[in-house]
């Protein structure tokens, strides 16, 4: 039996290892589950409650940098908190995002520094300052009244 040519093998390793990586991003088998918290936001001036998120926890490289790409939608009060292991300027892009959402920079104590209202076919990054950031629906924000200066209560574990 003859051997086939050295150039299809290497064309079917490749082909199974691009496979299996996508497969193992989509199924979190790369990035692991997605640890939950709650995150409440509360207004800077009347210390009211405005929002209590239910958070998805992206906090090493990989989970990232997934982000919600692998999301269909998020519920009502559903989100996913980037958790940085300084504080920085940074910025965060639309990749391979199927709904629109808000992004929030949130700084080392807790407080919102920028917001962006973010469409799916925006094709630049959108850049803030700060420690945390939470993606939450499209239009969340305007919806619960929340504004630059308002405060995201982190649970310690994620500080």
Same mark, same amino acid.
């Given at each position: ?41 509360? &207004?800077? /001036? ?8 239910? $958070?998805?926890? !992206? #906090?090493? @490289? ?44 949130? &700084?080392? /104590? ?8 973010? $469409?799916?076919? !925006? #094709?630049? @990054? ?34």
């Amino acid at each position: 039996m003859e051997r086939p040519p050295a150039w299809l093998l290497t064309l079917a390793v490749v082909a199974l290892l691009v496979g299996g990586g996508a497969l193992a991003l989509t199924t979190g088998a790369l990035t692991g589950d997605y640890e939950r918290t709650t995150v409440t936001v509360v &207004d800077n /001036d009347t210390h009211a409650d405005l929002a209590a998120v239910d $958070a998805r926890i !992206a #906090d090493s @490289p990989a989970k990232r940098y997934t982000g919600l790409s692998a999301t269909d939608s998020l519920g009502p009060d559903e989100g996913m908190l980037f958790v940085h292991d300084s504080r920085s300027r940074r910025g965060y892009v639309m990749r391979a995002m199927a709904f629109p959402i808000d992004i929030v920079f949130i &700084d080392s /104590d807790g407080t919102i520094t920028t917001i962006h209202h973010a $469409a799916v076919d !925006a #094709d630049q @990054p959108f850049h803030g300052e700060g420690r945390y950031v939470l993606e939450v629906p499209h239009r969340y924000t305007t919806d619960n009244d929340i504004t630059v200066g308002d405060r995201v209560e982190i649970p310690p574990a994620y500080r």
